[in-house]
């Protein structure tokens, strides 16, 4: 072996050598973590509970969220003890939830109760299955765009959780407060300490920020320190002629470097269950950031914030695999039905395997 031919060879080696390091440090960053998913992801099944745990345990993941009361088979208490020791018995870990709690937002359902009603009932239902946190949300996207302060109905939400504080804290139950698409992460941030980080938290939500123009790693910066679950997704973000687009994809189809957020995340909220929220179907949606009209809905959002997000559109780029689009306008035959349930199945199994054997996240599968 000649001398240009040693020198290769040597720094072939230590390039290898070196990649293989860093490809078993980016295996090891969801140490401890304890991964799951939100059972949004595969709504279209309709299934419930018990059936719902059995999928989770197929996958060996530590901890599921049923994110609504209607996953539920029933939410008597004889049922729900049923589910807490079905849990228990797979060795998952159960997040609790309900859904819009502001009067004054569009996705509101009074189902002849109040918001404080709402929210004692589901603080039952999260005492039944043993849960540490209930997730509620807000509103959603389209209550930043009916022209109506978001601060008036962030004071609501206020108002909401003051009046069960005595409850939540009485059950040992954080309140989870989801940034749906409504609310930034430092207005999320904002409710939380008003209301009171003792028994208030967050449910951290990766994929509604960019409905926003936020980059979910300032999210994670922003809200990481109050949160006690999550909903993990990823998007692809792109320039687009109004402005820029996003989509949301599986885990690991998109633009958001995991292995950044995952670091961060190992520092600021490592005890956090880290729930994936899979949802595919949609089409992009624009961001339309270059008409003047846009800002009025985000007039206080700080540039420095916006600009990282642009930036992260600059960098990204539209998603290019096949995807079955669930939203599409008109009549839909029967297969087509089938193939969004295999697609929420396919995905979410896609997104699990990824984040067990890319970052090594999860605790169950370990254990063979």
């Known amino acids: 072996m000649n001398r240009r031919n ?3 060879t040597a720094t072939g080696a230590a390039l290898a050598q070196a990649a293989l390091k860093a490809q078993i440090q980016k ?21 419930k509970d018990i059936q719902l745990l059995d999928f989770a345990a197929s996958m060996k993941v530590d901890c599921m969220q049923i994110s609504e009361s209607v996953d539920y088979a029933s939410i008597e208490p004889a049922h729900l003890a049923k589910v807490k020791d079905h849990a228990a018995k797979l060795n998952i ?21 109040t918001p404080k009603e709402e929210m004692l009932e589901g603080l039952q239902i999260a005492k039944a299955v043993g849960a540490k946190s209930m997730r509620c949300v807000m509103g959603g996207v389209d209550d930043r765009r009916t022209g109506r302060p978001v601060e008036e109905m962030m004071d ?22 989801e940034n749906h698409g409504d609310l930034t992460a430092p207005e999320t941030r ?18 509604n920020p960019v409905s926003v123009m936020e ?11 109050y949160a006690v679950t999550t909903h993990i997704r990823d998007s692809v973000v792109f320039e687009h002629p109004r402005g820029a687009a996003a989509q949301w994809v599986a885990f690991g189809d998109g633009v958001v470097d995991w292995t950044a957020f995952l670091t961060l995340y190992q520092k600021v909220c490592p005890k956090s269950l880290l729930q994936l929220e899979i949802i595919t179907g949609r089409p992009p949606q624009v961001l339309p950031y270059n008409e003047k009209e846009w800002w009025s809905r985000f007039s206080k959002m700080p ?18 695999g096949s995807m079955v689009i669930e939203d599409s306008p008109g009549p839909k035959p029967a297969q087509y039905t089938e193939a969004l349930k295999e697609q929420q199945r396919d995905d979410l199994q896609r997104s699990i395997a990824y984040a067990q054997k890319e970052y090594g996240i999860g605790i169950n599968w370990k254990k063979g």
């Open 27 to 47: 295996s090891q960053l969801g140490t401890g973590i304890k991964l799951g998913f939100d059972t949004y992801s595969v709504r279209a099944f309709k299934w």
């Open 303 to 320: 540039a420095k914030d916006f600009a990282r997000f642009a930036e992260m559109a600059k960098k990204g780029h539209p998603y290019m």
């Open 6 to 8: 040693f020198i290769q």
């Open 156 to 177: 609501n939400v206020i108002k909401t959780f003051r009046s069960v504080k005595a409850e939540f804290q009485g059950a040992n139950i954080k309140i989870a407060i």
């Open 215 to 225: 980059d979910p790693l300032l999210t994670l910066e922003v809200l990481g320190p």
């Open 190 to 207: 904002t409710i939380i300490e008003e209301a009171g980080r003792d028994y208030v938290a967050a449910c951290l939500d990766t994929g």
């Open 93 to 113: 870990e159960l997040d609790a939830g309900i859904g819009c709690i502001c009067p004054i937002a569009k996705g509101w359902k009074p189902r002849g109760k």
